[in-house]
């Protein structure tokens, strides 16, 4: 509705009946185009009045010289698709309003664009007399949040993907009716929803009566306007039908005056609902319909800029399919020059699909979708097409070799099949000799130290290869490639000299190739940078690369900083909703898993620290994690240090062990010691308890080599992790105290918060266990970690701290003998316990982490669930507890 709403309207129709209103009678004109739902807001209007409700206008006036006759008194008469009334009606109708009787309310609901005479819903005749408040009420188009309203009682909010109310809005042009109708089709589908609406039938019928109205020599503008399916002009429509202008412009009038064609108000016509386009498409004889295809490709190739994706549909549906291919390269093109490659990709994927492609063209169009699928998002369909077409045979070799180079990085990168994309990539600096500019891409791109295989020399050869060849051809792009590619090179192993080449990436340059990859350097020197340590650099670097991609249509790289942004975050303590926004990003990239890796490291750290420890291994080595031994090296050792310290809490010191030999092999192949800062501590600690105190001494001594002259703030501060778990496991507290309490103090410095609790926790621990002076001091870190862990929300840690905490609590903090009441409420020991069971760990887990018995876990479970009434332990929540002193075990 526009001006007045529902209830304003009861109101109005309401003034003829009450005495307020002095009894004069009122007239609402409700107009709308059909669908609209003129009829349906009559019948509310009609429910529920105190007075009769009447259909004829005969029996809602007085009978003549019987003003107390059983008409008369107020009334609300509704005289629905006046429209299509005959000539009796309305002159019964305009007789009553010319002298209406007082209490009369009556409401005409009609379709404007249907009316004999425009403007005048009772024919040449309509007057209305002086006496009548007339209001006139326009029901229009819905809005797109009304559309999500329907859409979601019809079918379900877990059936209506984020982008549905608006794609039923754009087809159904807000349509009440069709809205319905369409949601009716998807109500009745099982599976997946379609990616396109086929006009529903009551649509369908309207279109085609509308058109049949027409004389013969008149439908041509309206086939016209369902080819070219976007409102044009009287005499574009002229054209395409082909018609003479002077007779295009009286069929165009005939058209709207049978409402056929809908005026757009900007000297342009077409259909009110864009389905109904379809619609009347789907009716024409092929052979009609590919003329008036040619005609619409003839047309739009004039305009400026031309329309070419538009160009390359009508000249396919015609049969001209060398004009087609010429246009759908000409459009994808255009896309990727404007950083839309997702369309690109999109437009020549679907060519590259419909059917065999001469030779001439196919290698045109696979070289472009290739640059484009790498700088956009996984597409199997993409991956599919090049494959086989780098298995060709008859490819000239030059040109393979250019397929095969962004082949290879599109396996690294989007699908992650990095062993696979490093030997296209090998074999393409093979047959790319005689082409310096691709062959230095591709040299620059086995430089990525990311991925295992290659160790770092052999990185930086190939960087040092590619910056050769690329300052000697001297191609923008190029350049712009092998530079954001050297910048990760050096900054990933902390090389200083990184910096002033990241403030030299070309933000600005031309063309937008160059910017994304400036965009791709920014991401990547981010993501460095959070695995070093320096994390105010790696936030200005996001903002402005993030920023950068999304301008430049660098999708892959946008997509890539998005995770770099929640590692980030979960380092620096920014935990509050980390978990919803991680899971947000999993569950966009759906079927490729791979796009969402950091995501999924992020979720599995944060369920480790909360206790959730079958979630841990779901995300960090379920089905869907990215491959450890294959995938890229810092998330692999992250992940490994992650999973070391689950099985070393799990008491699996074998496993535990194991793992550890695995990662530290991977990290010892690559070279990259900076990415040991997630790993070292666990690996070391793991080794020791183990029983191989030297090969533990050995690998804290590989680490601390790795890192001479390094700028690795994270890395430094881990060293000193190592250096004390290695000597608490080899029964040296003392030096395991004094290099914890400096692990804690760089972690401070990062800021690290959930690091430095966990260093500071175990450098009270190593003092409180060899007794002596600075217990006191020592049982204050415990209590202020617990703290720190609670404000994290690492529910395990905090749980595990306090019961640390219990057993060193000075003998006059402790409580005498007795339990307190607690009621109803919880006990501190219960709501541990309930918490770590909600978060899925079993008893035996709960009692290894809180230094308890089984039997006594047990019992805590009990009394949490009778105290809560939870049904299950996932059920078990929290509950605002008691103040008062722990009780004893």
């Given at each position: 509705m526009d001006a007045l709403n529902e209830t304003a309207l009861r109101h109005l129709l309401a003034r003829a009946w009450t005495a307020d209103g002095g009894g004069r009678p009122v007239l609402l004109l409700v107009e709308g185009e059909a669908g609209t739902g003129k009829s349906r807001l009559l019948a509310r209007l009609a429910h529920g009045v105190p007075v009769p409700v009447r259909t004829d206008p005969q029996t809602a006036a007085p009978a003549e010289g019987n003003a107390e006759g059983p008409a008369a008194g107020p009334a609300l008469l509704l005289a629905d698709d006046v429209h299509r009334a005959g000539p009796e009606l309305r002159a019964a109708l305009g007789a009553l309003l010319a002298d209406p009787p007082a209490g009369l309310a009556c409401v005409l609901g009609y379709r404007p664009e249907e009316l004999d005479e425009p403007g005048l819903p009772l024919g040449p005749d309509t007057e209305y007399a002086a006496g009548l408040t007339v209001v006139r009420h326009h029901l229009g188009p819905l809005g797109p949040e009304e559309v999500r309203r329907m859409a979601a009682a019809a079918l379900g909010a877990d059936r209506c993907p984020p982008d549905l109310a608006d794609r039923l809005h754009r087809a159904a042009g807000g349509?009440?009716?069709?809205?319905?109708?369409?949601?009716?089709?998807?109500?009745?589908?099982?599976?997946?929803?379609?990616?396109?609406?086929?006009?529903?039938?009551?649509?369908?019928?309207?279109?085609?009566?509308?058109?049949?109205?027409?004389?013969?020599?008149?439908?041509?503008?309206?086939?016209?306007?369902?080819?070219?399916?976007?409102?044009?002009?009287?005499?574009?429509?002229?054209?395409?039908?082909?018609?003479?202008?002077?007779?295009?412009?009286?069929a165009v009038q005939a058209a709207l005056r049978t409402a056929a064609l809908h005026d757009h108000g900007d000297g342009r016509y077409g259909f009110r609902v864009p389905l109904a386009a379809a619609a009347v498409r789907d009716h024409l004889a092929g052979p009609h319909r590919e003329e008036l295809h040619g005609r619409a490709a003839d047309l739009l190739v004039r305009r400026q800029p031309v329309p070419w994706e538009r160009v390359a549909g009508h000249r396919r549906a015609c049969g001209r399919e060398r004009g087609w291919l010429h246009a759908v390269e000409r459009a994808a093109q255009r896309h990727a020059d404007r950083g839309d490659l997702e369309r690109a990709v999109a437009l020549l994927e679907s060519a590259l699909a419909t059917g065999p492609v001469p030779e001439h063209a196919r290698s045109r169009l696979v070289t472009l979708l290739a640059r484009s699928a790498v700088m956009g998002l996984r597409s199997d369909r993409t991956l599919a097409v090049?494959?086989?077409?780098?298995?060709?045979?008859?490819?000239?070799?030059?040109?393979?070799?250019?397929?095969?180079?962004?082949?290879?990085?599109?396996?690294?990168?989007?699908?992650?099949?990095?062993?696979?994309?490093?030997?296209?990539?090998?074999?393409?600096?093979?047959?790319?000799?005689?082409?310096?500019?691709?062959?230095?891409?591709?040299?620059?791109?086995?430089?990525?130290?990311?991925?295992?295989?290659?160790?770092?020399?052999e990185n930086v050869a190939w960087i040092e290869r590619a910056l050769a060849v690329s300052e000697q051809v001297g191609d923008p792009v190029v350049r712009a490639a092998v530079a954001a590619n050297r910048v990760s090179v050096l900054l990933n192993?902390?090389?200083?000299?990184?910096?002033?080449?990241?403030?030299?990436?070309?933000?600005?340059?031309?063309?937008?190739?160059?910017?994304?990859q400036a965009a791709r350097?920014?991401?990547?020197?981010?993501?460095?940078?959070?695995?070093?340590?320096?994390?105010?650099?790696?936030?200005?670097?996001?903002?402005?690369?993030?920023?950068?991609?999304?301008?430049?249509?660098?999708?892959?790289?946008?997509?890539?900083?998005?995770?770099?942004t929640l590692v980030l975050d979960w380092a620096t303590g920014r935990w509050a909703g980390l978990a919803g926004r991680a899971g947000a990003l999993v569950a966009e990239a759906g079927d490729m898993p791979f796009i969402a890796s950091d995501a999924r490291l992020v979720l599995g750290l944060l369920a480790l620290a909360r206790g959730a420890w079958a979630e841990t291994e779901e995300y960090l080595s379920g089905p869907d994690a990215p491959d450890r031994d294959h995938g890229p090296v810092p998330l692999s050792a992250a992940s490994s240090g992650a999973l070391i310290r689950l099985a070393l809490a799990r008491e699996d010191t074998a496993g535990a062990a194991a793992e550890a030999a695995l990662a530290w092999d991977r990290l010892r192949a690559k070279g990259v010691w900076a990415w040991a800062a997630e790993l070292a501590p666990w690996a070391v600690e793991a080794t020791a308890r183990a029983g191989a105190a030297a090969a533990a001494r050995e690998m804290a001594a590989e680490f601390a080599a790795g890192l001479d002259g390094r700028d690795a703030p994270s890395a430094e501060a881990a060293l000193h992790w190592t250096r004390a778990a290695l000597a608490e496991a080899t029964g040296d507290p003392e030096t395991a105290r004094t290099h914890y309490e400096r692990a804690a103090a760089g972690y401070r410095a990062l800021p690290r918060p959930y690091h430095a609790a966990l260093t500071a926790a175990a450098a009270a621990r190593c003092t409180?266990?060899?007794?002596?002076?600075?217990?006191?001091?020592?049982?204050?870190?415990?209590?202020?970690?617990?703290?720190?862990?609670?404000?994290?929300?690492?529910?395990w840690d905090a749980a595990r701290t306090r019961a640390e905490l219990r057993g060193h609590r000075p003998p006059e903090d402790r409580r005498g003998p007795g339990r307190p009441a607690y009621g109803d409420l919880l006990s501190p020991r219960e709501e541990e316990v309930a918490r770590l069971a909600a978060a899925g760990m079993t008893n035996r887990e709960i009692a290894a982490a809180l230094h308890l018995s089984p039997r006594t876990v047990e019992q805590h479970v009990a009394r949490a669930l009778q105290k809560t009434g939870a049904r299950s332990r996932q059920q078990l929540t929290a509950v605002p507890r008691a103040v008062a002193p722990t009780e004893p075990d």
């Open positions: 349509t009440a009716q069709v809205v319905a109708d369409l949601l009716d089709l998807l109500a009745a589908r099982e599976g997946r929803l379609p990616d396109a609406f086929a006009p529903p039938p009551r649509l369908t019928a309207l279109a085609l009566r509308r058109t049949a109205a027409l004389p013969a020599g008149h439908r041509g503008v309206v086939h016209a306007a369902a080819v070219l399916g976007e409102p044009a002009t009287a005499a574009e429509l002229a054209e395409v039908a082909g018609l003479a202008p002077d007779t295009g412009r009286t090049l494959q086989h077409i780098v298995a060709d045979h008859g490819l000239a070799p030059a040109l393979r070799g250019e397929i095969r180079l962004d082949l290879g990085l599109l396996l690294c990168n989007q699908i992650g099949r990095c062993t696979d994309g490093l030997a296209e990539l090998e074999r393409a600096v093979g047959e790319l000799q005689e082409q310096p500019v691709l062959l230095a891409r591709a040299m620059s791109a086995l430089s990525m130290p990311y991925w295992p295989g290659a160790p770092l020399a192993i902390g090389d200083p000299a990184a910096w002033p080449l990241v403030d030299a990436l070309p933000r600005d340059g031309e063309p937008v190739a160059v910017r994304q350097g920014l991401c990547n020197a981010a993501d460095a940078a959070v695995w070093i340590g320096h994390y105010d650099r790696s936030r200005a670097l996001l903002g402005e690369g993030v920023a950068l991609a999304a301008r430049s249509g660098a999708s892959y790289a946008e997509q890539t900083g998005r995770g770099c409180l266990e060899a007794g002596g002076t600075g217990t006191e001091a020592a049982v204050e870190a415990l209590a202020d970690s617990a703290a720190a862990f609670e404000a994290l929300g690492a529910t």
